[in-house]
């Protein structure tokens, strides 16, 4: 990047920037078309009412639509999109859920975790994954009924309560978690199709090549066409209750003895597994705990928000969607217990352990037909998964949530055909595994991520009590929800706290990058509401309170100028703000465009946005407005009293050094106005003269510079804290602080005022340099007065001659009026005519500062004395400082704000002080002690 105080940016940069969230606001066409659309409103009477009651149906639908931005819009569209056939709460809740909840954990696990864990044990696993659901049920059910679902379910939830961030990073895990869960179905359909063929070969990779080649036709299959795998899920669920019911009946038949299936008498032992007994796994090596059993377990607790991602095409969702998820919770848990219950006491321990598909042997009339129904429910639940991945990741994608993952985003109408070969390739990799208990843990924490995180939304939002959040569903609260987050999180760190950590810290990796890769969108999340909440509860209990030294920091308000286009005029201001930031303080820049407030307000609006180009471009954290004002002055003394709330308002003022002064009475007048107005509103002000030798972000200043300040007088500490702060900044960071004290008292010894400045700055601690400069003997000064005046006269004399030289040679001779006027003023210290005659000449008046400087002195021998003195100082000081610090890359000093002196006779004292110096920093506080000797 080049310099970036030169950067400009014009209206069109502006205009022409899309919606990708970092642009919010609507383009100018937009404003400027509604504001046409309001003044008829208010001119023509109603003019807005007549638009919309003369359009039909059809045509409001498109009339809602202003822009391609409006969601309201866009929603209120909706309503008018056609007709299609709404679902009860059977088909559209119920029947979903309840197919997603049975998965092929039912059928080849539950056996054998009860036989691990014990009768009593493995109720406690049910109970507590169906209790996590439940929960989330509740919460899931509040804020779906709050509003339409659209596509993404889990994750359109989360990213439009929790924030883009938040929903982009679970979301994708999540996105992950579903995936590998089609892996899990598919390795449990070839486990009971390598049992059917008794096919015992462990040694062979016969496991994979079967899982790649049913991954590979169920990726093609939902590739197709959604619509195939929809129209088979209903049969996939008939043949899954078809299985249940032959394999309780079986084992009721065989615990009667009239029927055996696969199995011999032997296996036969009631009431063998009421105990948990955590024997070795005989596929796997490992001897199972309770935790992992339980997180195999998990994934047959999942499903609940099949319904949920359908809220769209329900009759009445807000009934729909706790009703049947509810009731296909509590079928599945008692289908669930049943199976429990009568294989641990119907079946013996060593068989139930040994043979993890003895639920399909036991089934009547015959296992094969259960095992064809295991395989199709399972190969089932695998396409449901990759068709609800796939579009997960379109959903994400269309978002441009995550930016790496917009090459997946769908065009309009069209199938999310790059997403499902995505899910399938990634769906590949654990089906080498070979074994889906290798599998269940990430499955199940990922799960647990998605419902910790949908408690958490319906939390934030109960506890902010926002008044858009209105659900239909009235069966929760913030203490259900919390306790389903605990639940989550409790249960994640006890799996594996290990992989719980990984998972974690992925989501927080994924979080940081959305947030810095500027994907942000304004949906109007409970975060945002909860950051709302917080801050008005802070700044209330502020309201009140005075600031300690200890916990002052410059909360800065920056008067910039500013172009036509927006683009400051000084952009060396904003800089100079961006690199006292380490002072945590609050900022606020603001311009004034001076114009009428309705004519002008588009024009307000476009600046606005470009000077926050120029705000973010220095890396400023902070608030910047442009707004239209009839007087300058005026105006920006109101903003310094009325800006910010409570404690947190401006306390200090930035503001550049009009360098045209001299031949704009206006632009001094009104300067010295500002700055007597920010005094009385008991503000700190800082001016910036000679920003064009400050520092950019980008440098890094070397050792060997410095930065100095120069104390005059102390006004509270501030002259000190800002260099301070600045060192802190890595342009900074390596300059030396040096500190001149200027001593004016002819009683004061020059070496003790250095011992007891150092002595001052170590208590406050701030390392520095320390030097006496006295100015205190009268002969001394007067003699270096005299040789100064001496040697500018000699300079003066020698332009004059370069100047007689450069017109007799036919070339146009520089202006010399700043020259001239500028030596007359300080060798005729004793002569008020001669100023008077200046201040005429440029356009100042006498006593011109009826408003805030009170009465100016007269021209008589007394005045002409005090006006003598304060240009010998002007002159002298200005003689050391250029002696000390010409070479300083700044220089700190306080502000002369005399309160009897005109706006000319301040310029030019200040002029006089500063003269061939830059940048400089001149400061002038309140007298509040801003730095303190106690921690």
Known sequence: MGDAHNQQYNWSDVTTLKDDGSNPEVEVHEIAYSNRMYDDDFEGGNGLSKKFTSLNESDQKNQYIVSSKNQAGAAMANRYSSQQTKLNTIKGVFLPCFQ????????????????????????????????????????MSAIATNGTVEAGGPYFIISRNLGVELGGAIGTLFYLGTTIASSLYVLGAVEVIRASFDSNDESSYTKQLFSLILMFLITTTVSVG????????????????????????????????????????????????????????????????????????????????????????????????????????????????????????????????????????????????????????????????????????????????VPFLSYFAPKADEEPVKSVILTGLIATIPCMSGNLDYISAPITLAFLLMYASINLSCFVLCVLKSPGFRPQWRYYSWFSSLAG????????????????????????????????????????????????????????????????????????????????????????????????????????????????????????????????????????????????????????????????????????????????????????????????GAVHAKKSVMVLKGGHALPSQFERLPRNNTVDIWWVAHDGGLLLLVPYLLSLHPVWSRCRLRLFSVIVDPNDDPQKVERDVREYLD????????????????????????????????????????????????????????????????????????????????????????????????????????????????????RHMHQHSRNARLVVTNFPLVRGMSSYDVLKYVENITENLAPVLMIRGTGQEVITQFG
Not at 343 to 368: E, H, Y
Not at 501 to 529: C, E, P, R
Not at 597 to 620: M, N, P, R, W, Y
Request: aromatic residues 8%.
């Open 763 to 878: 208590q406050v601690r701030i390392s520095a340099q320390v030097t006496a400069v006295d100015m205190s003997s009268a002969a001394s000064n007067q003699n270096l007065y005299d040789i100064e005046i001496a040697a500018r006269k000699l300079k003066k004399l020698e332009m004059c001659a370069e100047v007689g030289k450069i017109t007799s040679s036919g070339k146009k001779a520089p202006l010399e009026s700043n020259v001239s006027d500028n030596d007359e003023f300080m060798a005729n210290g004793q002569t008020g005519g001669l100023l008077f005659h200046l201040n005429k000449k440029h356009g100042y008046e006498r006593n011109s500062d009826t408003n805030w400087g009170g009465v100016d002195e007269g021209l008589d021998e007394n005045n002409g004395s005090i006006q003598f003195k304060r240009k010998m100082t002007s002159i002298l000081l200005n």
């Open 226 to 401: 959604v619509k195939y795998v929809n129209m088979g899920a209903s049969l996939f669920l008939l043949i899954v209750i078809f299985s249940i019911i032959s394999i309780v009946l079986g084992v009721l038949l065989f615990v009667s003895g009239t029927y055996t299936g696969h199995l011999n008498s032997n296996a036969r032992e009631g009431f063998d597994n009421f105990f948990p007994v955590y024997v070795e796994n005989p596929d796997t090596g490992n001897t199972p705990t309770f935790y992992s059993l339980f997180a195999l377990f998990f994934p047959s607790c999942t499903g609940i928000m099949a319904g949920c991602n359908r809220s769209a095409v329900l009759k009445n969702p807000g009934r729909s969607i706790p009703k049947g998820t509810l009731n296909a919770i509590c079928v599945s848990t008692m289908i669930y217990v049943v199976f429990v219950i009568i294989f641990g006491c119907s079946l013996s321990n060593d068989q139930l352990i040994n043979d993890k598909l003895v639920a399909m042997r036991i089934a009547w009339p015959t296992p094969f037909l259960v095992a064809i129904g295991i395989v199709a429910a399972s190969l089932g639940a695998a396409m449901q998964c990759v068709t609800g991945a796939s579009k997960l990741l379109a959903a994400i994608a269309n978002d441009r949530t």
């Open 485 to 676: 987050v605990m639940m989550c999180v409790s249960i994640m760190l006890i799996v594996s706290w290990q992989a719980a950590v990984v998972l974690i810290v992925l989501a927080f990796a994924l979080l940081f990058y959305i947030k810095y890769q500027n994907a942000t969108k304004d949906w109007g999340d409970s975060l945002t509401g909860f950051r709302y909440q917080v801050a008005r509860d802070m700044l209330l209990s502020l309201r009140l309170k005075t600031v300690h030294a200890k916990n002052w920091r410059p909360q800065i308000l920056v008067l910039c100028s500013i172009d036509s286009n927006g683009n400051p005029e000084v952009p060396e201001l904003l800089t100079l703000a961006s690199q006292m930031k380490k002072g945590r303080g609050l900022l606020m820049a603001t311009a004034l465009i001076k114009g009428d407030h309705v004519k002008d307000s588009v024009k307000a609006q476009e600046a606005d946005k470009i000077f926050s180009l120029h705000l973010k471009e220095e890396g400023i954290e902070g608030f910047s407005k442009v707004s239209v004002c009839q007087d300058p002055v005026d105006a920006a003394i109101t903003i310094m009293h009325h800006s910010g709330m409570g404690t947190m308002q401006p306390n200090s003022v930035l503001i550049a050094w009009p360098s045209d002064w001299e031949n704009n009475s206006k632009s001094g007048n009104s300067f010295v106005s500002t700055l007597r």
């Open 100 to 139: 997603n909840i049975l998965g092929v954990i039912l059928f080849i696990r539950l056996p054998f975790i009860t036989a691990e864990a014990g009768i009593f044990l493995t109720l406690l696993i049910i109970f507590l994954g169906k209790l996590t659901t439940t929960l989330t049920t509740l919460s």
